[in-house]
T-cell receptor, first 115, second 108 residues
Framework: DGGITQSPKYLFRKEGQNVTLSCEQN?????MYWYRQDPGQGLRLIYY???????QKGDIAEGYSVSREKKESFPLTVTSAQKNPTAFYLC??????????????FGPGTRLTVL | KQEVTQIPAALSVPEGENLVLNCSFT??????LQWFRQDPGKGLTSLLL?????REQTSGRLNASLDKSSGRSTLYIAASQPGDSATYLC???????FGAGTTVTVRA
């Protein structure tokens, strides 16, 4: 089955801790994205990557970091510098490097709660 | 900056009624527009992608129209069913911007 997987589904973090959210895709897509979703708001772009070993900041990158060492994987680290990390995090991918022009496919999401 | 608005935020209809969901955007210089469905606590499922050169796109009971000059897209869902209950989001692409969504409840 081709698709995007995210793990874990639920994540709890104490204040001051860094946590890493996993995103894997087997669609052979070049581009991958991380979004944050808060209640009553549209999705906001955190980071995106068009190709391995390259990534760009989105609209709300502060307090987050990413890596893209493999085409299939785009993990997101939520650092202690992120002031309000409790949210639903969604990973997506699209087929080509024409990043925002192509149809995007989403994973099931990770709900992060800071205790 | 592109602003995307979806009104109303919530909608409740009886089963069988046609649904009309609206998406407005402020900058008409878009590449395309994508409609998604999101079930509670889940990721987004792509419904339709409509290119900037297209006026509409259809898939089964779904039809999306696009009027760039007025900054509007409309998603029509014919003969609604309880399984259509979900939140529907539109995303406008140039710089990718999402609306907050319309939460639909179809009453049996």
């Amino acid at each position: 089955d081709g698709g995007i997987t995210q793990s874990p589904k639920y994540l709890f973090r104490k204040e001051g801790q860094n946590v890493t959210l996993s995103c894997e895709q087997n669609l052979n897509h070049d581009a991958m994205y991380w979004y944050r979703q808060d209640p009553g708001q549209g999705l906001r772009l955190i980071y995106y990557s068009q190709i391995v070993n390259d990534f760009q900041k989105g609209d709300i990158a502060e307090g987050y970091s990413v890596s893209r060492e493999k085409k299939e994987s785009f993990p997101l680290t939520v650092t202690s510098a992120q002031k309000n990390p409790t949210a639903f995090y969604l990973c997506a991918s699209s087929i080509s490097r024409a990043t925002f022009l192509n149809e995007q496919f989403f994973g099931p999401g990770t709900r992060l709660t800071v205790l | 900056k592109q602003e995307v608005t979806q009104i109303p935020a919530a909608l409740s209809v009886p089963e069988g009624e046609n649904l009309v969901l609206n998406c407005s955007f402020t900058d008409s210089a878009i590449y395309n527009l994508q409609w998604f469905r999101q079930d509670p606590g889940k990721g987004l499922t792509s419904l339709l992608l409509i290119q900037s050169s297209q006026r509409e796109q259809t898939s089964g009971r779904l039809n999306a129209s696009l009027d760039k000059s007025s900054g509007r897209s409309t998603l029509y869902i014919a003969a609604s069913q309880p399984g259509d209950s979900a939140t529907y989001l539109c995303a406008v692409k140039g710089k990718l911007s999402f609306g907050a969504g319309t939460t639909v409840t179809v009453r049996a």
